[in-house]
């Protein structure tokens, strides 16, 4: 347990050491994104597995009007071989009308399984309500289920989620900034002012002074030629832009669930002695029988015997210098052999005294 302990940590130190990076690699352009999109439809074909409710007989009846077949009101048909899914899929940017999108197909109701079944053309809608993609095709279902007379049944994996490969057709284009404007901007994916400067003061050395601009902790501004030709040059050379990141604030990430402790590198301990060690008490209970003499006229009971003990593991205290590291930390800790809860226990400690010089962040 030491020794796994303090590789964990140890490799969080290594790690931690800040190493330049591609502008691609930690920004992204404003206005350039994916969309997401989203439908309802109907999933047809399947070996009875499929779902007998009255929003899937509702879709059906819908469906067969679209095509002029009118069905009475009170009329419900059997259709267990029909299941209702939301369709989703992700439409990256610059996509082009014609090109084709994988979508993803789930059960809404109370269908078994979609295995062997076909979803019918379906509409791809997006956030603005538009249609985008238009989907259709036959699944691919990695899950099955089996069920008996008796009511019993096996499960493997998800029977009632399925995806088409290529199963949307793209019908519309989303209209991106990237082509209007005298500007491009950068977001940071993780917001720093440090980063920021470094990131406009790279482009700068390469395009001349005053070509880029930090505008707040997470966005460079940056001039850009109008011909869109020439932009996606000019784009395509300042991404490959090597930029080191800042570092980043001394934190220490606690998961309360599983016990995971992760000590960022910069973190740092005021002076504080520490001590650890556990108290054990065990409680046994033993029932015994009180039986009186014959002549003496009493009554027969039953006592109870309890026997307390407590037992104390040795403590060690350990003493932290003004400025400790976190190699230093791990081997004081490993020292007493603390498990990752007392670990989080000391932290915790050490933040209310004022010792921990760093964030404590449960998660």
């Known amino acids: 347990?030491?020794?796994?302990?303090?590789?964990?940590?140890?490799?969080?130190?290594?790690?931690?050491?800040?190493?330049?990076?591609?502008?691609?690699?930690?920004?992204?352009?404003?206005?350039?994104?994916?969309?997401?999109?989203?439908?309802?439809?109907?999933?047809?074909?399947?070996?009875?597995?499929?779902?007998?409710?009255?929003?899937?007989?509702?879709?059906?009846?819908?469906?067969?009007?679209?095509?002029?077949?009118?069905?009475?009101?009170?009329?419900?048909?059997?259709?267990?071989?029909?299941?209702?899914?939301?369709?989703?899929?992700?439409?990256?940017?610059?996509?082009?009308?014609?090109?084709?999108?994988d979508v993803t197909v789930s059960s809404l109701g109370e269908a078994k399984s979609l295995r062997g079944g076909m979803l019918l053309q379906t509409f791809m809608k997006g956030v603005d309500g538009n249609v985008y993609a238009i989907a259709q095709g036959s699944m691919v279902v990695s899950g099955f289920s089996a069920e008996g007379l008796d009511g019993s049944k096996v499960i493997q994996n998800t029977p009632t989620v399925g995806r088409i490969p290529n199963g949307a057709m793209v019908e519309r284009t989303v209209t991106t900034p990237f082509s209007t404007g005298d500007h491009l901007t950068f977001n940071l994916r993780r917001a720093d002012f440090s980063t920021a400067k470094r990131l406009a003061d790279a482009i700068n050395e390469l395009l001349g002074p005053g070509m880029a601009r930090p505008l707040d902790a997470a966005s460079v501004q940056v001039s850009a030629p109008r011909d869109v030709s020439q932009r996606v040059s000019f784009l395509a050379t300042l991404e490959n832009i090597q930029v080191e990141p800042a570092s980043e604030s001394a934190k220490v990430i606690v998961n309360s669930r599983t016990g995971t402790i992760v000590v960022g590198k910069d973190v740092r301990l005021l002076p504080a002695a520490v001590t650890h060690g556990g108290l054990t008490v065990t409680i046994a209970e033993a029932t015994q029988v009180s039986q009186p003499n014959p002549l003496a006229g009493g009554q027969t009971v039953v006592t109870s015997n309890s026997t307390i003990d407590a037992s104390e593991e040795d403590s060690r205290m350990f003493m932290f210098n003004p400025g400790t590291s976190l190699d230093e930390l791990v081997r004081a800790v490993n020292l007493v052999g603390a498990a990752p809860s007392d670990v989080l226990a000391i932290l915790e400690a050490l933040k209310v005294a004022g010792a921990l010089h760093g964030e404590l962040i449960i998660i």
Not at 63 to 78: A, E, S, T
Request: charged share 15%; aromatic share 8%; with cysteine.
């Open 1 to 101: 347990m030491k020794i796994k302990l303090f590789s964990i940590f140890l490799l969080l130190l290594v790690c931690g050491t800040s190493q330049a990076q591609r502008i691609k690699d930690i920004a992204n352009v404003q206005g350039v994104r994916s969309n997401q999109l989203i439908g309802y439809g109907l999933v047809v074909g399947l070996p009875g597995t499929g779902e007998k409710t009255r929003y899937t007989e509702q879709t059906f009846k819908t469906m067969l009007k679209n095509f002029g077949i009118n069905l009475p009101d009170n009329f419900r048909p059997k259709i267990k071989n029909v299941a209702v899914v939301a369709v989703s899929a992700v439409m990256p940017a610059f996509i082009k009308p014609g090109q084709t999108l």
